[in-house]
């Protein structure tokens, strides 16, 4: 189910990178160091007390396991057109799920909150597992909350009118997905998704678009899906090379207890490659189509997951979108970062009206980046962003593509 509220976990879903740590020393390596440092003194093999002393000292020392993973926490502010002003407290563990595994890309498990000064609030939890040398990959998801956001409308004519209806939308979402690795690097699995909520109309001053159906009532969406994925980035957290590539869908329907039938299909291809030293330049292109009765939140919606930034999420939405961008990145000194991006987009209601000029919806921006975790390059971003008739400012764990 496609709600405002999925956005409290975007930042957990982190695709990680391999992960590389120190071997444990061996104890009886350790034993044979002290006994030849002994002989080697011309000492008898009775020791002396001192001598035990240091030698016991020394293993325990040596004993002593090197991090099995990384800590990011961060308390995110947020400035949203959609939501209002607010923070984002967010904390993820970074770790091999596997102790002795050395092909898989660590796992990672995190909890995300949510306060703005608007009334939304809820809370997620959320992790990717990988697992048996990258054989499966294992993504799971719950979150919970209230959102007030305002709707537009539907097609770009209603997001342009700027007539806004403010929603209140209380509800819950579980997701969960499992991938299997087949041949050529390509994993694929199935996934399922479950939601309920209650969306209820806010007080309002002027002209609004029409109201939707169910306003009051409860609404359960569900779902079941197919997951093809391609990943050649060597880092997953600050990809210098490499594509991503991967096509979901995702089937409502009555017969698994679902209010509406509709099918959501999504398509993602993003490129990597550096330019010189410590400068990254990458490219994203984004797909989606919706067939079927979806209500308005089921169908593609502009702005949300960084698709694209510079607007609010939910005033332009459709049956389709497309929309593509292009990101350069560089690493300074300090562990300081800046990005700078480009891109344009825009929704549809079906195939003959692509590609209109007057559709358009371009987006321009940058900003600093920090590393939270220089281990993995786990970055927090800032990003100013200027679309058609609007702005907006956002932080976030990890790049945007």
């Known amino acids: 189910m496609k709600t405002p509220l999925l956005s409290l976990l975007a930042l957990l879903l982190l695709v990680v990178d391999p992960d590389s740590y120190a071997a444990t020393p061996n104890r009886d390596d350790c034993c044979i160091t002290t006994q030849a440092a002994i002989q080697e003194s011309g000492q008898t093999s009775q020791p002396s007390q001192s001598t035990e002393t240091k030698t016991e000292a020394e293993k325990k020392k040596k004993k002593k396991f090197p991090p099995r993973g990384a800590i990011v926490a961060a308390p995110l502010p947020i400035v949203s057109p959609a939501i209002g002003a607010g923070i984002i407290p967010a904390v993820g563990y970074i770790f091999p799920f596997g102790k002795d595994d050395k092909i898989s890309p660590p796992s990672t498990i995190g909890a995300a909150g949510l306060i703005t000064n608007n009334g939304s609030s809820g809370f997620g939890l959320g992790a990717q597992l990988f697992m048996k040398e990258n054989k499966y990959q294992v993504t799971s998801l719950y979150v919970h909350g209230n959102v ?25 979402f579980y997701f969960v997905e499992a991938l299997r690795r087949i041949p050529w690097q390509f994993f694929i699995g199935l996934r399922f998704s479950t939601g309920d909520s209650v969306i209820t109309v806010r007080p309002s001053s002027g002209e609004t678009p029409v109201p939707p159906a169910d306003l009051g009532l409860h609404t359960t969406l569900r779902a079941l899906g197919l997951h093809v994925l ?77 698709e694209l930034r510079g607007y609010a999420a939910g005033r332009y939405l459709d049956r389709y979108m497309i929309a593509t961008q292009l990101e350069y990145r560089v690493s300074l000194p300090k562990r300081i970062g800046l990005a700078a991006f480009g891109g344009i987009g825009e929704v549809f209601p079906g195939g003959k ?23 993995y390059h786990v970055n927090l971003r800032a990003d100013f962003a200027r679309g058609k008739g609007s702005w907006t400012w956002s932080m976030g764990v990890g790049e945007a593509f």
């Open 230 to 306: 391609r990943d050649t980035r060597p880092n997953h957290f600050y990809p210098t090379t490499g594509t991503f590539t991967q096509f979901t869908s995702d089937f409502f329907a009555q017969a698994l207890g679902s209010k509406y039938t509709f099918q959501s299909y999504k398509f993602t291809f993003n490129k990597y490659g550096t330019v010189g030293r410590n400068q990254v330049l990458a490219y994203n292109l984004y797909n989606c189509n919706t067939g079927g009765d979806p209500p308005f939140y089921g169908n593609c919606i502009y702005g949300t997951n960084n």
């Open 148 to 172: 007030d956001y305002n709707l537009y409308g539907i097609g770009n004519a209603a997001g342009n009118a700027d007539f806004k209806l403010p929603l209140a939308q209380t509800g819950q």
């Open 353 to 375: 009206e692509i590609f209109r000029s007057n559709n358009i919806l371009p987006s321009i921006g940058g900003g600093p980046r920090f590393d939270l975790s220089p281990k």
